[in-house]
């Protein structure tokens, strides 16, 4: 089946360590995006990818990096730089400038 | 830069029709996009305007004018099950996607 793939599904970490949280598409689509949602709010834009080897900032890039070595793969690093890693964190991606992005089921981010 | 307003929340009657609505501001607009969300899931993309006018699937329609930067998402026929956060999402040339800050559908029975 084609999807987006998000793990793991739920994810704990002690504070000042880094983490990598993985996002696997094979819907073929080139653009892919990392979202951050926290409590009853909106989706923030973190990261996003156009092409391979190509990534661009989003709203709150500060304490995130990324790397897009595949087409399929876009895996976002939550580094001990970021002052509130604690969240949901949502992929998507899309196949093209005039379509609708679909979405991963999430990874949930708690660090103690 | 760049913004997206939307009410915060909006309740009506199983049965009835709601609307909410969507504006923005944002350079090199593309397309507006609807997304539902239920509590601790993912977001589900629900209709896409690229052109004014009304683009209707099913019970759930989406609106857009690209002159007056405005959008709103119609749902008819509202069902319990239509309860859920619902965020409008402005599409641009580069390539991003900014979301608004969702607004939560209370449904009464």
């Known amino acids: 089946d084609g999807g987006i793939t998000q793990s793991p599904k739920y994810l704990f970490r002690k504070e000042g360590q880094n983490v990598t949280l993985s996002c696997e598409q094979n819907l073929n689509h080139d653009a892919m995006y990392w979202y951050r949602q926290d409590p009853g709010q909106g989706l923030r834009l973190i990261y996003y990818s156009q092409i391979v080897n190509d990534f661009q900032k989003g709203d709150i890039a500060e304490g995130y990096s990324v790397s897009r070595e595949k087409k399929e793969s876009f895996p976002l690093t939550v580094t001990s730089a970021q002052k509130n890693p604690t969240a949901f964190y949502l992929c998507?991606?899309?196949?093209?400038?005039?379509?609708?992005?679909?979405f991963g089921q999430g990874t949930r981010l708690t660090v103690v | 830069g760049q913004s997206l307003e939307q009410p915060s929340e909006v309740t009506a009657v199983e049965g009835a029709i709601v609307q909410i609505n969507c504006t923005y501001q944002t350079s090199g607009f593309y397309g507006l996009s609807w997304y539902q969300q239920h509590d601790g899931g993912a977001p589900t993309f629900l209709s896409y305007n690229a052109l004014d006018g009304l683009e209707e699937t099913g019970r759930f329609s989406s609106f857009l004018s690209r002159s007056d930067s405005y959008g709103y998402l119609l749902l008819q026929e509202l069902q319990m099950k239509d309860s859920a956060s619902y965020f409008c999402a402005v599409h641009r040339r580069d390539d991003k996607i900014i979301f608004g800050k969702g607004t939560r559908l209370h449904i009464l029975p």
């Open positions: 998507a991606s899309k196949v093209g400038k005039n379509t609708e992005a679909f």
